[in-house]
Nanobody, 119 residues
Framework: VQLVESGGGLVQPGGSLRLSCAAS????????MSWYRQAPGKERELVAT?????????????DYADSVKGRFTISRDNAKSTMYLQMNSLKAEDTAVYYC????????WGQGTQVTVSS
């Protein structure tokens, strides 16, 4: 049972990044998937969630934190057991370690990927 994030890095303000979360060892389509983030000195916060189901394409109901609405897009591909977070118009305050989370019968966490927004 594993979640592995990738795609983080250093980007200038106004730029874009796409995070990926690859799942293995469990039935991905059954799980509600979310992205969280934790900035230095702050608590971990929920960024975006996508519900389970949606067939092989993985479409589901999405929800976002107010701070990222209109800038971030969460999606999933059940056929590839992968979740994504497209982040546009990035701001310095988006700097954090981003974690993916799967929730169904258990909670599963990835190890995190660092996103730094700086000029």
């Amino acid at each position: 049972v594993q979640l592995v994030e990738s795609g983080g890095g250093l980007v200038q303000p106004g730029g874009s990044l796409r995070l990926s979360c690859a799942a293995s060892g469990f039935i991905f389509s059954n799980y509600i998937m979310s992205w969280y983030r934790q900035a230095p000195g702050k608590e971990r916060e929920l960024v975006a969630t996508i519900t389970s189901g949606g067939g092989t394409s993985g479409g589901g109901t999405t929800d976002y934190a107010d701070s990222v609405k209109g800038r971030f897009t969460i999606s999933r591909d059940n056929a590839k057991s992968t979740m994504y977070l497209q982040m546009n118009s990035l701001k310095a305050e988006d700097t954090a370690v981003y974690y993916c989370n799967g929730r169904y019968t258990i909670h599963i966490w990835g190890q995190g990927t660092q996103v730094t927004v700086s000029s």
